[in-house]
């Protein structure tokens, strides 16, 4: 057996434990410069970044994979650490040697780490700073929600840990996320942030550590500050030891880090003019060699393994802890130091003085045990063992048995918005598999984004229980807000990104917990936006939820233009891996979400399937654009037919005739105004047809990929957009509305070579009425009947107004 964390490593584990340490920063270092200087570089360009980045982790990661890391434990690694990540994994037998030499190049390991395209189990994907740590956040506190709802209890608790870079903590979210922590009572949480005191253009302010130190005391973690390692503590406690600390201590980062660049004769020069006694403080200082006197002068903890041991060993409890550890950036390397070593590379002459350094022979670069100091079979031996390669890194959870059809009473006039809260207050009622995996999440806009009657039913989430007092005092409320372990919504604070790094932890509960989850998290449309960039990263990283926006556009007149969102239809037409829904009739809705449960759910790998085109087999997440518009809805029968083509994006809601001569396509919320315009047309224009867009994203998904694949040769290859419009007369005009920007459908025009006038919103909306709005931004009837007029040959419209 491994030995346990806690105990004390043997001398023996401390020399095997230093001898790989530097092994792994040699892997990475030869690994970027093999990236850079060997391998065929057809583009010429050179990577920054990771060396000097990768080297001020090399000690720290050695300490937690190597020994501090249980198989439970997951990890959000800084992304310029990348090659240290890839080179522990390569000696651990779980990266190869190809994928190192190809490393940034196609099909290589990648310049950060990935847990959709690395090969080697990277826990959480990093790159945009600030988002992985606040991952590992979350994903402790879906740890509890899964645990409390008495799942995954055979397995360990894990701790979700960040190794975050000291300038990644500028990062707005990572404080949004340490707000909502301390509010859920965050658990098994540790963040080791490397305090190299630089960041990527220079040395960073002065005293940070104690802003930081302040900052997480003051929401209940506990913070370890590590900085001296084992010989400056020695050295410390030496005859003039104390004015030794005293002038370290007070050494402004920027001198220090020039020193560290500079080297032992500068150190001599600076503590000798600053210090020098000639007393027991010259002593101290005259006793070592240049180069002892750089190894003193740069003994910081984050680099020696004894105290990164120690400090990881100890810990006994499971409050958040944040390890400030200082560190230098470059430690090992030539450029050590230096403020503007962010993108250096070794030159040829400086790798071939560190392989010399290393005792590596030339052409045995890759050689795991080469130029060590320990015999081969038993650095062997302690690898087989290391506890954290003991356990699958993904785990795999059974499907959740899902219903072909969702339940839901159809009021004459509803909303989509409406509908949602009506189609999940149904499955609030019911006992199945369904109903107990869906987790719902909002970051303060439950109510008035319809969660409400689920809520009742199914209750807010906290490890621990708190009673709706307004209920106790027996004050009449619609909502009950009562909190327990059982509940199954998550209430968040106003911060959109906490909301989607949290879709993203939920998402991923069926490869981290093993234990799938259905999350869906509801926010109003227009503020996608502000969490941008952390829902790009769920998609990243393969995150599985259902994001429901409401409400959406201009037809949220009254609220005025800072509540109207234009660019999220763009949004949901782009964004890899969510599939994007604006449903205009909650018979619609119901199909999609019914679809959604058990899509968010696939992951099998595969192709485009050939009845669509999308790839469907492969799952994602999905958005779904949905309005508070109250809409007249269609009384009809759903068929497996309809259903279908709800979900592969449209149907005819009219079909267009023999010698139609305008097609109106539209999107959502817009729908009396397509149909009545469509009205106003009959006599004027001939067999005009009505296309009802459900998902523009996919019907463009699907078009794209029916064209490549017939560009490499399946010639039959048709997708559903295609086959809808095959028999529109080409003379034919079409005309696309929507509340959104117009670009979401204006590609339509291009699948048959229609001309196109697409209509929308381009500019911000302002308060005034639903018809106020639409006339002014040109998406009323009488705006698409104008559009058609001007786009196809024919008497006049009688039925147009002048435009306003
Ligand atoms: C959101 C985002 N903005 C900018 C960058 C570019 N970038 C990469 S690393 C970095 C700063 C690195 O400083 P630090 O976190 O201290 O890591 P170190 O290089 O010191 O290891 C920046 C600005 C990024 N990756 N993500
Ligand atoms: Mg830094």
Request: aromatic share 8%.
């Amino acid at each position: 057996m491994a030995e346990s964390a806690k105990t004390k490593p043997s001398a023996n584990e401390l020399a095997i434990l230093g001898e790989l340490e530097k092994k792994v920063l040699w892997l990475a270092s030869w690994t970027i410069y093999h990236a850079n200087h060997l391998r065929e570089n057809v583009d010429g360009v050179k990577v920054g970044g990771h060396q000097a980045s990768s080297a001020s982790l090399a000690t720290i990661m050695t300490a937690l994979y190597f020994r501090a890391l249980r198989p439970q434990d997951r990890v959000a690694v800084k992304p310029h650490a990348s090659p240290i990540y890839h080179a522990i994994q390569y000696l651990l037998g779980r990266q190869s040697r190809q994928k190192l030499e190809d490393f940034r190049g196609y099909k290589g390991a990648q310049s950060y780490p990935s847990r959709s395209k690395d090969a080697d189990g990277v826990d959480f994907s990093t790159g945009s700073v600030g988002l992985g740590v606040a991952q590992t956040l979350f994903s402790s506190l879906v740890q509890d929600y899964v645990r409390a709802h008495g799942w995954g209890l055979q397995r360990p608790e894990g701790r979700m840990i960040a190794l975050v870079g000291d300038a990644e903590l500028d990062e707005g979210n990572i404080f949004e996320a340490i707000l909502e922590g301390w509010k859920q009572g965050l658990r098994n949480c540790w963040w080791i942030i490397d305090y190299n005191r630089q960041s990527l253009d220079a040395v960073i302010r002065e005293g940070l550590w104690a802003r930081y130190e302040a900052l997480f005391k003051a929401f209940g973690w506990d913070v370890v500050i590590l900085k001296y390692g084992a010989l400056l503590q020695q050295a410390f406690r030496e005859r003039g030891g104390e004015r030794l600390r005293q002038w370290i201590d007070n050494c402004p980062n920027q001198l220090y880090s020039a020193l560290v660049f500079q080297g032992g004769a500068a150190w001599r020069r600076r503590l000798l003019d600053e210090i020098g006694d000639q007393g027991d403080v010259t002593r101290l200082i005259e006793a070592r060699s240049d180069e002892e006197l750089a190894r003193l002068m740069t003994n910081l903890a984050g680099h020696d393994l004894p105290s990164l041991i120690e400090a990881f060993g100890k810990v006994d409890h499971d409050r958040p802890i944040c390890f400030i550890c200082y560190t230098i950036k470059g430690f090992g390397l030539p450029f050590a130091g230096h403020k503007d070593n962010h993108a250096g590379l070794m030159t040829p002459a400086q790798s071939e003085s560190l392989r010399a350094a290393m005792n590596i022979r030339p052409g045995h670069e890759w050689d795991k045990f080469e130029g060590l100091a320990v015999a081969p079979a038993e650095l062997e031996r302690f690898l087989e063992r290391v506890p954290f390669a003991a356990g699958e890194r993904q785990h795999v959870a059974a499907r959740i048995e899902v219903p072909a059809q969702l339940p839901v009473t159809i009021q004459p006039l509803m909303s989509t918005q409406t509908g949602f809260g009506a189609l999940l207050n149904e499955l609030g009622r019911e006992n199945s598999a369904t109903a107990e995996r869906v987790v719902t999440a909002s970051p303060d806009v439950t109510v008035s984004t319809n969660l409400g009657p689920w809520v009742n039913r199914r209750g807010l989430f906290a490890r621990e229980k708190m009673a709706d007092t307004f209920k106790s005092e027996r004050i009449p409320s619609t909502f009950n807000w009562d909190f327990s372990p059982k509940g199954q919504h998550i209430e968040l604070g106003i911060a959109e990104m906490n909301l989607f790094i949290l879709l993203s932890a939920l998402g991923l509960s069926h490869a981290i917990n093993g234990e799938r989850l259905i999350p869906i998290g509801t926010l109003y449309d227009p503020f996608i936006q502000r969490g941008l960039d952390a829902l790009n990263y769920a998609c990243y990283q393969e995150a599985r939820f259902i994001l429901v926006a409401t409400p959406s556009g201009i037809t949220l007149a009254p609220e005025g233009g800072a509540h109207q969102s234009i660019a999220t239809p763009l949004i949901g037409l782009a964004q890899d891996g969510l599939a994007a829904f604006e449903p205009a009739f909650v018979d619609e809705l119901a199909a999609i979400l019914a679809f959604a449960f058990d899509y968010i759910q696939r992951d099998a790998e595969g192709e485009a399937s050939e009845r669509n085109w999308l790839r469907d087999e492969t799952g994602g997440s999905v958005y779904l654009r949905l309005s508070t518009r109250p809409i007249e809805q269609i009384k009809r029968a759903m068929t497996g037919e309809l259903r279908q083509a709800i979900v592969d994006g449209a149907y005819w809601q009219r079909a267009p005739g023999p010698n139609c001569q305008v097609v109106v396509a539209y999107t959502g919320a817009v729908v009396p105004e397509a149909i009545q315009a469509v009205g106003l047309m009959a006599e004027d224009r001939r067999d005009v047809g009505l296309l009802a867009v459900t998902s523009a994203d996919r019907l463009n998904a699907g078009w794209t990929a029916a064209q490549r694949a017939r560009e490499r040769g399946l010639v039959h290859a048709r997708s559903h957009i295609e086959k809808l419009m095959a028999d529109v007369p080409s003379h034919c005009g079409i005309v696309t509305v929507l509340d959104g920007h117009p670009a979401t459908l204006a590609w339509l025009g291009a699948v048959r070579g229609h001309r196109v006038r697409a209509l929308g919103v381009e500019h911000f909306g302002q308060t005034g009425s639903i018809p106020d709005l639409y006339r002014h931004y040109g998406i009323d009837a009488n705006a698409i009947v104008a559009a058609a007029a001007a786009l196809t040959p024919g008497r006049p419209i009688r039925h147009l107004k002048a435009l306003p």
